[in-house]
């Protein structure tokens, strides 16, 4: 029996998962060892950056292939650098202020709170990507037609649409929800400041979004008219 609670109490320290947040907001563990070195932003703005510009619409059927293989590569090329620009455009640009807020709590609170806190959380704020690739692959790249009338779907087709939905409802949740774990691990401030950093989170990524798909837009439009 003390075994056993040795092991269970093993498990929590080392942060384990233990339930579907665990799963769903990823386990403490991850949390903890989140680098706080630059060196690794790259990979947060190129996966940031891709599912930005990979998943506003379906490139293929936007011609995105098409035309010679001069064209082709040149656009390939473009569509690269355009999802890092905005994934660095994405990523700074909602977490550098929201982390200076964090911090500026933390210090009023006389609270502890990591050092590098900025790269962390840009760093917490990508990984929530990593749950939705999947889903929004299978939204984006389908080859139904969406903005066919729902009268003509299959029942199959219905499911997996409102699956599809119901799943990405939860992105900007699940996102708060990280930066909100990430937090609690990286720092201790109480409850109650996190929360208003996530409320102030939401908000930002609101007005930011706006921004971000519009430029995102605008760099595609230039791309695809490439050869």
């Known amino acids: 029996m003390q075994d056993d609670v040795k092991r269970k109490d093993a498990g929590k320290i080392r942060g384990s998962a233990g339930g579907p947040l665990d799963y769903l907001l990823m386990p403490t563990v991850v949390h903890r060892h989140i680098s706080r070195r630059a060196a690794g932003l790259a990979g947060a703005f190129l996966l940031v950056g891709a599912f930005d510009t990979l998943f506003l619409q379906n490139l293929l059927r936007e011609g995105i292939l098409a035309g010679s293989a001069g064209g082709l590569a040149v656009r390939v090329f ?28 933390a210090r ?28 929004m692959a299978v939204l984006v790249y389908n080859p139904v037609d969406w903005n066919s009338a729902p009268a003509t779907w299959t029942t199959g087709v219905k499911i997996e649409f409102a699956v599809l939905v119901a799943i990405l409802q939860l992105v900007p949740f699940v ?37 971000i798909v ?7 439009g230039w791309i695809l008219a490439i050869g």
Do not use: N
């Open 78 to 105: 473009a569509v690269a650098g355009l999802a890092f620009l905005v994934g660095i455009l994405d990523v700074v640009c909602v977490m550098w202020p929201i982390a200076d807020f964090a911090r500026f709590l």
């Open 108 to 135: 009023r609170g006389e609270r502890f709170i990591s050092g590098g806190i900025h790269v962390i959380l840009m760093k917490s704020y990508a990984l929530s990507y990593l749950l939705f690739i999947l889903p």
């Open 175 to 211: 996102r708060l929800g990280i930066v909100f774990r990430t937090l609690g691990v990286r720092s201790k401030m109480e409850a109650w400041p996190r929360l208003i950093v996530v409320a102030t989170l939401y908000l930002w990524m609101q007005i930011a979004g706006q921004m």
């Open 214 to 220: 519009r430029l995102t837009l605008t760099g595609l």
